[in-house]
């Protein structure tokens, strides 16, 4: 495979993620910022956001699983995982925590779980996505590093 | 609730009725009452008025037949027993008394009858030819004493001869009447004959020789006889009662009451009949003090009620009610209006809760839509950079021309709404009013260019070249009005005219100007000469304060009085005044009163030929009425628009305008100082315009109305350019120019210089507004610059027509490039507890040069920053767990001001290269995701400088740090 089409395919995919609006505006950021100097920028940011995301995510699930739920807890998380989806331009996970976090703020038991498995949902549908996208990437490097050899 | 207060309110009113009615008809018995009573006392007192004038007259009647008897007795002692013989007989006595009837009207006949002892019994029989006979008619049975009857009148004349002693009352009568001396009656009883009721009168007659105080005995003694008269009472009252007025309305009874315990009735009906409630009672006095008699008087019927007992309370009654109607009728009058002004209250309040929340709703709306459409607007950036034929492009094109347009309508949305929010605030720094006003000209000069309109900016030299205030609303008010006189102006110019408002009084003529909107066309006829007006373009202008005799003052002002404003005395606060001129089509004159209403256009069709929302100038009012000024505008139809603003800004001290000057406004080259040029320029105002844009570059200017006037001036003033060493600039207006006119003015400029006029050849400079003017010059001109003239564009011609160095020439401002002077080899702290955000937040950073290091949290930071540190800027996430920006930030200004206490009390402590840093502050700017939420506030309350948005918004984070920061242009590297 030609590195024009694996090109292409990440663009087609990175395209259709803005416009299933599973990304924003931030993300070409993101891209922008990647460059020479830091090739695997976006990759890093990615695995990053998921380690971290897929941690809070069972934190989250662990809280709203108790009896009594301690919902200042399940704020912060919540905030952490609005804050660290908005940094990567994951609009879809960022507008599910906003949703979250106005359950949350109502004590809102049953809106947080349904809102938890939606981030969820989002999340994973984000995540084979950006799996991927990274898998593109990666070829793409690697195609560089060859043609540079 | 509702229901409830109807309820209630439909008893009380229900109460109220009942109130009012129970009043009225208490009133109504009230008062009727009052009139019976009244009524009742009026007749009880006609009732006693009639009934003592009974008993008087029937007492006085009674006296004078009393006092007639004693008369009678009188005349029987004398005729009788004083005459021997007597005087006096049967016949005689019945004549006399006869005749005298009349004087006793209560008597029905009077009798004498003589004492006779029984031993006189028969002497007197025997004289008088008759036994003396009891009431029986019989022969009297023997008694001690006799009263026979002699003498009689004729109505009474069958009691002759009858002892009057055998009769009970009689004789008890006369007992009586011979030991008082005086008249005595009987108590009533049954009269013979005619079963009258009635009484007995008898008077007793007496031998004469009595002495005045003669004893019972005596008395007794002297009796000769007794005279008596039966009072038929029954008949005689009603006879008396008769003749009186009223008789039949009452009743009468008369009584004897001699014993109390049981009245004798003498006179009326035995059972009492009439009126009973009602009666009075007169004392009777018939001259008997033994006897008491009682007149009781009443009426027949009970006494009628008047009618106005009826009427009047009636009356009262209906007008009670209708007062009480009318009261009743306003307070439901009243009850509904308040009522109507409740629900009104309510629908103003809830009118003002939607006014608010369409307000918000906008502002929300807004915002939300901004965001999708940057993504729009980013797709089709990116969609134009991929290989695309003409076609497509020109549909990407014209996409992102729409786009942009939307995004700027909402953008104006948003600052409407906001403004109506009060959310709106007005920053405080200082700005270079010149540089934006260049930009905004060069913002539209490629329009003007298209429309060959000539665009022009002039500003007084008293404006000072660095005020505070606010740059962008100022810089989008400018571009507001010049956009739409852009838009709305096909020929002629537009012109911009900034005065400081107290070197011309000519801004409180603004109003009264702009009530005259096309009425003054008289006084403008005469300003024109040569069928054009001395305005910038020669057309004429709606406000004629722009034209040259207006000018010209206000140039010469400024020539005579240089610079005054060096003095310390000069205000704080500078208020300018800012007009706008165009030439265009105007504004209707019916729509001149509602321009600056939000979404008003001047009419429909306005919308359809030149686009927009008519949102602009409703904004722009509101802002210039935020920034302390006021606008407004002088317009007339196909002629042009005027609008007028004035701006208050403060004033700069002299080191933030040093500092200023080298951070926001990009220098002008200064490479130009003493130079000199000629314009030539049959246009005053322009001329002034072209003078004004030279003077920015520090060249000397000469005007000249012609080439030829200005090659006069040149040979003229030859000697001096021999001094002047500097070249010179001839700058033409195309007006001046014709064809051919390079060759010419060639020729006569070569043969200046080899008149030695000249050092060397002038360049000529061309000045056009279009570009289709550009292709007509002639080859021998040097250069051309199309206008609109900026100083900047100026100075770029004249070094390129020079061939001046590049002094060291900057790139334009463009903000990445200025983020990475700015941010370059800056040490940078960035602390966010999220890893994710905080790698994108260092390799952004990064990106412009910064070095960068990271905290996850806010002990981490602390330690780091830990004095002496080596970061210039700190950025802090607000929202973290166990120490948040806020505290941290908190902590570090302590740590801070601890340090610097420490500085200043033991003078330098810290030696060395740092020493010129007085003190530590370190600027920290606050990452926040939500900027709208996160007011500037509540950033400075903990200490902060700032904030930015997370992720970072390049123009923002630029804003941020240029306040910071101080670029270092050396270490680009």
């Known amino acids: 495979m030609s590195l024009m089409v694996l090109r292409e395919q990440l663009n087609v995919l990175v395209n259709s993620m803005f416009l299933e609006g599973l990304l924003d505006a931030q993300f070409r950021q993101l891209q922008m910022l990647q460059d020479a100097s830091n090739p695997g920028f976006v990759a890093e940011v990615i695995t990053l956001f998921c380690e971290d995301s897929e941690r809070m995510l069972t934190e989250l699930t662990k809280l709203l699983d108790q009896a009594v739920v301690d919902y200042q807890k399940v704020d912060a998380y919540v905030h952490q995982l609005k804050g660290s989806s908005s940094s990567v331009g994951a609009q879809s996970v960022k507008l599910s925590c906003i949703q979250f976090k106005q359950f949350c703020e109502e004590n809102n038991k049953e809106g947080c779980l349904s809102e938890l498995n939606m981030v969820k949902h989002q999340y994973y549908s984000l995540r084979s996505k950006f799996e991927t996208m990274l898998q593109l990437e990666q070829r793409i490097q690697a195609y560089d590093s060859e043609q540079q050899n | ?973």
């Open chain 2, 1 to 973: 609730m509702a229901v409830g207060g109807k309820r209630r309110w439909w008893w009380e009113r229900r109460a109220a009725v009942v109130a009012g009615v129970t009043i009225a008809v208490s009133v109504w018995v009230g008062s009727h009452c009052y009139f019976r009573r009244e009524n009742m006392a009026k007749a009880e007192e006609a009732l006693v008025s009639m009934c003592e004038e009974r008993a008087r007259m029937i007492q006085d009647q009674f006296a004078v037949s009393v006092n007639h008897v004693h008369a009678l007795a009188i005349l029987i002692s004398t005729f009788y027993y004083q005459k021997q013989p007597p005087a006096l007989d049967q016949e005689t006595f019945a004549y006399y008394t006869a005749k005298t009837a009349f004087e006793r009207p209560l008597l029905n006949g009077v009798a004498y009858a003589e004492r006779i002892i029984h031993s006189q019994r028969e002497i007197f029989e025997t004289r008088q030819g008759w036994t003396i006979m009891t009431m029986k008619r019989e022969p009297s049975p023997i008694q001690d004493e006799y009263a026979p009857v002699i003498y009689s009148q004729e109505t009474v004349s069958y009691i002759e001869a009858i002892d009057m002693m055998s009769g009970e009352e009689d004789r008890e009568n006369i007992l009586r009447a011979r030991a008082t001396g005086k008249a005595v009656l009987t108590k009533p009883f049954r009269l013979l004959e005619s079963n009258h009721l009635g009484v007995v009168l008898t008077f007793p007659v007496y031998r004469s020789g009595l002495p005045e105080d003669a004893t019972v005995e005596q008395l007794v003694e002297a009796t000769a006889g007794y005279l008596g008269g039966a009072f038929d009472v029954e008949s005689l009252v009603e006879n008396l009662l008769r003749q009186l007025a009223g008789n039949q309305e009452i009743t009468i009874n008369v009584y004897d009451i001699t014993n109390a315990s049981e009245p004798l009735i003498m006179y009326g009906p035995q059972i009492p009949e009439g009126y009973m409630p009602l009666s009075h009672v007169s004392m009777l006095d018939f001259g008997d003090p033994f006897r008491k008699h009682q007149m009781h008087c009443r009426y027949r019927e009970k006494p009628p009620l008047p009618l106005s007992a009826i009427t009047t309370p009636f009356g009262i009654f209906v007008i009670i009610m209708l007062g009480g109607y009318i009261v009743f009728a306003a307070k439901n009058h009243y009850d509904n209006v308040k009522e109507d002004c409740r629900k009104m209250e309510e629908l103003k309040v809830q009118a003002e809760a939607a006014d608010v929340a369409k307000s918000q709703f906008l502002a929300t709306v807004s915002h939300e839509i901004r965001t999708p459409m940057n993504g729009v607007l980013g797709m089709l950036d990116m969609l134009l950079d991929t290989d695309l034929n003409l076609t497509q492009k020109d549909y990407a094109q014209t996409a992102q021309v729409c786009g942009k347009a939307l995004i700027s309508l909402i953008n104006e949305v948003l600052d409407r709404a906001k403004i109506e929010a009060g959310k709106l605030e007005i920053e405080a720094v200082p700005f270079d009013l010149r540089s934006i006003l260049d930009d905004v000209i060069s913002l539209f000069s490629s329009k003007s260019r298209e429309k060959g309109i000539e665009l022009a900016v002039f500003v007084s030299d008293k404006v000072p070249e660095v005020v505070t205030g606010d740059p962008g609303r100022f810089r989008q008010i400018i571009t507001n009005l010049v956009g739409n006189s852009v838009k709305f102006t096909e020929r002629g110019h537009i012109f911009v005219q900034v005065l400081l408002a107290d070197n011309s009084d000519l801004g409180a003529d603004g109003k009264v100007y702009s009530g005259l909107n096309g009425l003054s066309q008289s006084e403008k006829v005469q300003i024109m000469s040569d069928c054009t007006f001395d305005t910038l373009s020669g057309f004429e202008a709606a406000d004629t304060r722009n034209n040259w005799e207006n000018f010209k003052l206000l140039l010469s002002d400024e020539m005579f009085l240089p610079e005054v404003s060096t003095f310390d005395k000069e205000p704080d606060i500078v208020t300018l005044i800012v007009s706008v001129e165009d030439t265009g089509i105007g504004i209707p004159l019916r729509a001149q009163d509602r321009v600056f209403t939000p979404f008003m256009q001047a009419d429909s069709s306005t919308s359809r030929n030149y686009g927009g929302t008519g949102i602009g100038l409703s904004i722009t009012k509101c802002l210039v009425e935020l920034m302390g000024g006021q606008i407004n505008f002088t317009s007339r139809p196909n002629v042009g628009s005027t609008f007028t603003f004035t701006a208050v800004f403060k004033r700069c001290n002299k080191d933030a305008i040093a500092d200023t000057k080298r951070t926001l406004s990009e220098a002008l080259p200064t490479g130009f100082k003493g130079m000199k040029a000629f314009i030539v320029d049959g246009k005053p105002v322009r001329n002034a315009v072209t003078r004004y844009h030279l003077k920015r570059l520090g060249i000397a200017v000469e005007v000249a109305n012609t080439v030829k006037m200005m090659l006069n001036s040149l040979t003229r003033q030859s000697s001096n350019f021999r001094a002047g060493r500097q070249p010179y600039i001839i700058l033409i207006e195309k007006d001046s120019w014709y064809t051919g006119m390079d060759v010419y003015l060639h020729n006569q400029l070569l043969l200046l210089k080899q008149n030695d006029c000249v050092l060397e050849l002038p360049k000529v400079i061309l000045l056009v507004t279009c570009e289709y003017d550009k292709m007509s010059t002639g080859s021998l001109v040097d250069t051309v610059i199309i206008k609109p003239l900026r100083a900047s564009t100026v100075a770029a011609c004249l070094q390129q027509v020079l061939g001046m160095e590049k002094q060291q020439k900057k790139e334009l401002s463009n903000g990445p490039t200025n983020l990475r002077n700015l941010l370059a080899g800056k040490n940078i702290l960035v602390v966010d507890d999220n890893k994710v955000n905080l790698r994108v937040a260092a390799s952004a950073l990064k990106k412009y040069g910064a070095r960068v290091e990271c905290a996850e949290r806010g002990k981490d930071a602390l330690l780091l920053l830990q004095l002496p540190h080596k970061f210039d800027a700190c950025f802090m996430d607000v929202q973290m767990p166990e120490m948040d920006g806020f505290e941290a930030t908190r902590q570090i200004r302590l740590m801070e001001s601890k340090a610097n206490e420490q500085i200043s009390n033991g003078g330098a402590s810290r030696e060395g290269e740092d020493s010129m840093i007085v003190e530590w502050h370190l600027p920290i700017l606050a990452m926040t995701a939500d900027v709208i939420q996160a007011t500037y506030e509540e950033c400075l309350k903990c200490g902060m400088d700032g904030y930015v948005s997370k992720p970072f918004e390049e123009q923002q984070l630029f804003q941020a740090v240029a306040k910071f920061l101080v670029s270092k242009p050396s270490s680009d590297s």
